[in-house]
């Protein structure tokens, strides 16, 4: 006879203290989505108020790590943010469509005061995210008619450093304050936005030989490129170098593509109001500017920093040290010329602003871009650009070229005077 099979094993019976589940143990070991929230939305804010992204990623980074925000990452471009969040292997990714927006000191001297709060724990993440909230939404500190006076006192002090006279130092604030105006409407239409850097570039070259017109023969490449230096992106060239030498190619290549369309926007603006302007008015005596006193030079170093505070939205309580930093980024910059040439005289000028930015963040407490970013703005090469590309518009294609490549040399050199200024005084990646 068969031998009788084996009977079946016991099914276990459940007990209060058997281990949870394995699913309940990767709910239990999820990121906090409340810290994640306050991160994302501090990082949409950083990036609008003009973070580069090497600089955004490092202090998400600190950030999450402060939270307990384990297994994280995060990749900018002028464009987009992209975050995650948890172990590889079961990680969360969001996706932040964003715009570029208006570098905005101010805000961003504010929000870095709130990630340190969170961070330290003095704040929740459900605080900081009605904080930032209320940044946000908050009015400048600086009305539409005193930003818009502040395009005009720029545009006349670059004007003399350009070479300019009186004469065309007044039409050159005439034409900054029309631009100024101008800048308010399109902000309140989205769709002339899209076109604003040409249509600005139209209104003033047509208006620059109106004026020339009234007042007399101008040095019209001067004046006109005066009345547009607050187009010029510059400041956003040097951006774009800056993030492809710390090897953010995918963020410094779309930054370095959209300076160039904005150049190419600005000269073909340029070219049809000047056509345009000579065909209604006459074509304007352009004539060599006659040379001013020293001391306008000063005056025009004094305001050139000082309308940079309203324009670039810094807080009030910084504008005393805006300008000294302009001042000694001008000077360094000068002296260097002298020794070094013009295009590398740049480098003692960025290196001096940015030892100077981060004293200035050890003692106040404050980021160092509210400093570095006004003193360095009359040092990026945005003007040298628009000169590259008109001479290839009118055919110099040599001169154009030689241009292009001293425009590209003073921003490599402004480049390598921050970084290395930041392995000399390197700058914190998130203050207690």
Known sequence: MAAPSDPLPDLPVASPHVAPAPFVERRRGEPDPRAVGFVLQLARALHVYGYSAPRLEDVLGAISDRLGLHGHGFFSTPTSIMAAFGPEERQRTHLLRVEPGEVNLGKLAELEHVAGEVATGRASPEEGMAAIVRIVAAPSAYGSALVTLAHGVLSGAVCQFLGGGWREIGVATLLGLGLGAFAL???????????????AAFLVSASAIALARLVGPLSMFVTTLAGLIVLMPGLTLTTAISELATRNLASGTARISGAFMTLLGIVFGVALGTRLGAALFGAAASVPAPPLPGWAGIVALLLAPLASVAI?????RDAAWIVA???LGVVCGR????????????????FAVALASSAYERWQRRPSAVVLVPGILLLVPGSVGYRSLSSLMERQTIAGIETAFSMILTAVALV?????AGVVAPEPKLRA
């Open 335 to 350: 002296l260097g010329a002298a020794s070094l040439g013009v295009e590398l005289g740049t480098f003692a000028g960025a």
């Open 185 to 199: 409407l399109a902000g309140r239409h989205p769709r002339l936005g899209r076109v604003f850097e040409s249509v």
């Open 325 to 327: 930093a302009g001042v």
């Open 416 to 420: 390598a005077g921050l970084l290395i």
């Open 312 to 316: 670039l939205r810094a807080a009030p």
